[in-house]
């Protein structure tokens, strides 16, 4: 199976600050693979090079064939994204979230609006669609996020930590959403999460970094094989250490710390 997603010795720094270090991996056509690590290990700068918001410092990137650096336009075309902050409009209505969606994508009227009716039903909001966001709860918003992610038919979808502050329930049901796509649609999933369970359960590839370098990869097996641990909780916290980390601070919110003391 082809590799989607190649990562050759990527390194992003912000002056004397190394945020990701000599990264490589690769992610298969069709496969959900987990991306996981503490707060502060280099997870989202990385997401952000992937996805065309960040370029790295050296190092090489491919998307679906193409150059993030480059090819801007066509990367953003292969990929839907859901960011761990929402990012619907709550003053609009769920179909018309889709619909600017496809406008900016370029989707045609006819094509756009057949999808938007799939992908409302897949994820179950049919019956919401002319309701306002602001009345839907945050797993509905979830929901039409990940729809909406999916309008442009993309190859890969990034999952950026797309459960957090969801109830089991509705984690549940989100999970098997993204699954049902996966093996029938074969998109490519690229995930985020604090919930090792969630990583244990969907992900065929789990890659583990830290302080900017990837210290593991393999299945969820592997790593707890390797490891000599019981549960994946408790194989990432053999890699990671049990410290507790500081909230992550980006590359870009270390130039402002490092200037405002610079200035004192």
Known sequence: MAAI?????ITKKFHDFTAVDHVSFEVEKGEIFAFLGPNGAGKTTTIKMLTTLLHPTSGTIEINGHNPVTEQNEVRKSFGIVFQDPSVDDELMAWENMEIHGILYGVPKKLRRERIDQLLEIVELTDRRRNLLKEFSGGMKRRLEI????LHHPKILFLDEPTIGLDPQTRNHLWAYVEKLNKEEGITVFLTTHYMEEADRVADTIAVIDHGKIIERGTSQTLKERTKTEN???AFLALT?????EEQVSGIDHLRMRHRLWHR
């Open 232 to 234: 994946l909780e408790a």
């Open 147 to 150: 729809a909406r992610g999916l």
């Open 5 to 9: 997603i190649r990562v050759e010795g």
């Open 241 to 245: 250490g049990h410290a507790i980390r």
